[in-house]
């Protein structure tokens, strides 16, 4: 009988706040779950097994490619990046961004219409503004969010 691979945590880390990259490291030390984050740029992570760093070369979706290649069903992606979920969670995968909302098939489809009408919006000259300031409910959401996903994902020792 083989044993069940434990879910690992995959970071979108070239735009995750630093605060949110905290509670990814607190949440992977308190469970041992591995955490991987990648990047086109060296991101230090904590000198543990579990803390992991994947620097890709500089170019368009490296980083999202290269999630997308490791990632397996029932991980955990954390991305700000609707296409990137869109693949993450077409893999069987889970998806989460954060300001703590979960991706999903039912949401996906409407979140990439929306990105796609935003982006064809800007690149034709309206000024559309950007996401809200990061705030402290984004953060509690993010914590609480990732803490209630690893309570029901985590097998049972």
Partial sequence: ?????QLQLWVDADACPNVI???????????GIVCTLVANQF?????????????????????????????QPGDLAITADIPLAAKVVEKGAYALNPRGTFYTSDNIR???????????????????????????????AFANALDRFLAQHMKKS
Avoid at 21 to 31: C, G, M
Avoid at 52 to 67: E, L, M, N, W
Avoid at 118 to 135: D, I, N, W, Y
């Fill in 1 to 5: 009988m083989t044993e069940a691979r």
């Fill in 43 to 71: 991101i230090p992570v904590p000198r543990v097994a579990w803390m992991k760093s994947i620097q890709v070369p500089a170019g368009f979706d490296v980083a999202d490619d290269r999630i997308v290649e490791l990632i």
């Fill in 110 to 140: 409407q979140r990439l219409t929306m990105r796609n009408f935003m982006e064809e919006l800007r690149s034709s000259g309206v000024q559309v503004g950007g996401p809200a300031t990061f705030s402290q409910q984004d953060r509690m």
């Fill in 21 to 31: 990259k905290d509670i990814l490291f607190r949440a992977a030390e308190r469970r």
